[in-house]
């Protein structure tokens, strides 16, 4: 599979990287070997009708160098350029997410679905503004587009509810689709301290960004709720039609009085289909949904099973990964 | 599509009641209109080559009827014959389960697969006793062979690890497997009481067999165990293969002692490839494997997502009838 990958941030380094560590077994119990004909990031533009040499590309992500450092890359191509000119199967997305315009994301994606080239992309932005625009033209244009690493990181959340809804009505998804806000409420609880020193820890770990407001003000939870209403119940809602409370009022007395009467509280999204919400809510103990730490869940309820759901962790390199590559998998048989 | 439907107890009766409920939305989303063309349990044989007539079959479903009382159904007819004579595209098989022979569920799969037939089944027996002989039987004969119902009821457990193991190196699978038993210890952990007055209970409420044996001595678990096992990691093992030690000394003591620690004790099952056990362990809280009531859990370590979990009722015919339909339509496309 000739493939193009834009963007060589955290994501692309890490597919990189298990590319060649999979090889083999790729290649062995899939008979699937990647090509990498092109890789772009904001530096310039590698290309090799080839295929790029791997141990080169390797050694770039592992010293988390820029893609202008191998040989022969162009300083000034652009990523659109690339994704038409270069004659590839499949873009595989992986820029940095803007929730508001969806760029540079969503240009990417439109161009390469137009040139026909399949699509794989972990980036919010596109999917949150422009959905049911993307997914009519990917149908259009014949083309296959996943984005299970978009909601959930590792989570197979987008194949599980496709499998579900072939013999279930889908009443309800509810989930815990931000690690950040879980481990904050997970410490709060666990220490009796106030949110505001849960965030400096976090922080000081990494696990919550210089400005956490994304993550703490629900917008983050928002965003993934939409793009899950809109794929899976259908739709074309926009993040203006979610209701959202973020967690700043959350107090450590209030989690304590959860936890006393049976519960634990977290920050959930819901979506019926055409309506949206996220908020702080009571979370029994014992529900799959009463997860700690930084795991997301979901909970699909259904007609016939009643109540599916799955856990996992939705952030991390090697763990969205691990679902890029598992679309880029199920691409690779659908095409036989 | 043409199917035999062997077994008319609780799924049977319920499948075909789904099948009626849901005919309009499987023909418009699926393009599925199954043919039930002919139904066998111990009573007898309806057979119909253009088709038997739904609203009979789902009138005696709702009354709790044998298949004799079909009009026009022949008591003595075997479903071995019906298997083997009526031409199908489908056999779904749903009779009892006996993890010791297998049987009859065994000698209705192998006869399916011998006549070309795709099998989808429910029954833990014959995959308990001979999954590698059925699986290689279906290669050989180019069949299309689903189980999923028999592990995990409404969990989509087998087809959640084929989606992870195609990406991720799958470490080790570990499962609340049995609903009856999380039942139990989650009652006596509420109620702090010990296992014989929750076990009545149980039995009252129809959770818990007149015989629990199966259930609190950790068979069932094992057997399940060892379907994953055999079907996810690969190999051969039996079930005299799996460490077991069941729930009847665990006292409410040890329960309330590992809660103030933070864990709650549950049955669980651990499969790493060649290895299979049963045990109480303790869980941590706010683990995704730490949930309570009937519920079933499953978490499969991996090198990349780290941790997967998934959740729900391993029981009930509607929810079992939810993970059948859907095996269903996965050969109806496949077949496309």
Known sequence: ???????????????????????????????????????????????????????????????????????G?????????????????????????????????????????????HVVTSNKGPLVVAFKELDSLARKKGVEFRYSASVGGAIPVISLARRLM??????????????????????????????????????????????????????DTAAKLLILHNAVLGGDLKLSDVEITGIRKVTPEAIRLAKEAGYALKLVGVARRGELEVSPKLVPLGHPLSVGGTLNAITFKLDLAREISIAGFGAGPMETVSSILADILEIHRSLG
Request: hydrophobic fraction near 40%.
């Open 73 to 117: 890359a162009k300083a000034g191509r652009s990523a659109l350029e690339v994704i038409e000119s270069v004659d590839a199967d499949l873009v595989v997305e992986l820029t940095p997410t803007n929730i508001k315009t969806g760029e540079p994301g969503l240009s990417h994606i439109r161009k390469a679905m137009e040139a026909g080239r």
């Open 166 to 219: 072939s013999s279930n009505e889908i009443l309800e998804i509810r989930g815990i689709l931000n690690g950040t806000t879980n481990y904050i409420l997970t410490r709060m609880e666990e220490e009796n301290v106030p949110l505001e020193m849960v965030v400096r820890e976090a922080q000081e770990l990494g696990i919550a960004e210089k400005d956490p407001s994304l993550d703490i003000d629900g917008i």
């Open 1 to 71: 599979m000739r493939i193009v990958l834009i963007g060589f941030g955290n994501l692309g380094r890490a597919l990189v990287q298990v590319f060649a560590e999979k090889a083999e077994i790729l290649r062995e119990h899939e008979g699937f070997a990647p090509k990498i004909i092109a890789a772009v990031d904001d530096s310039g533009a590698a290309v090799e009708a080839r295929g790029l040499d791997m141990k080169t590309l390797v050694n770039l992500a592992k010293r988390r160098e820029k893609i202008e450092k191998y040989p």
